[in-house]
Every structure is written in C-alpha cells, then in structure tokens.
C-alpha cells in the first residue's frame, strides 16, 4: 500500500549511534510510525556562577515520523 515504517530497534539503533557519534547524552526509542530523541546535557553558567548557579541541566524531546523523500505530487 506504500505506507512508510520503520523498524523499530534499527531506528533507535540509529539514532543511539549519531548521539554518540557527537558525543551527546541522549536516549532514542521507535515505533514503527515515530522515533523520539531526547538528549540532556549539563550547561555551565559563565555570568550567573558569580551568583553561584555554576550549572544548569537541559533536557530537549523531539520526534520524528518517516515520509518519502518527495513530499508531493511529481509534475
């Protein structure tokens, strides 16, 4: 029927792999129709640490669904 999915442990397999090919902390989960990412990383406070917040933890969500590579109809 042309419906794109994915396969769910090769996703998160994937995305797992680029997190730490650029050294993020993150964790990836999939299901056949959305992988979702989420990465924490520790920001340091360089103006703010004279107030003694040294360090903040940031945490972002993101998600995916897999679409074809046109996105509509061909001429």
Known sequence: D???VLTPA???ADADAYL???GADGT???TANQVTVTVTIV???QI???AGLRAITVRATA???PVRGIDG???
């Open 2 to 4: 042309g419906t794109l």
């Open 73 to 75: 109809p061909l001429p």
């Open 28 to 30: 990836a989960t999939a």
């Open 63 to 65: 998600s995916a669904a």
């Open 48 to 50: 703010l640490s004279a």
């Open 20 to 22: 730490a090919s650029i």
């Open 43 to 45: 920001q340091q406070m």
């Open 10 to 12: 090769q996703a998160a």
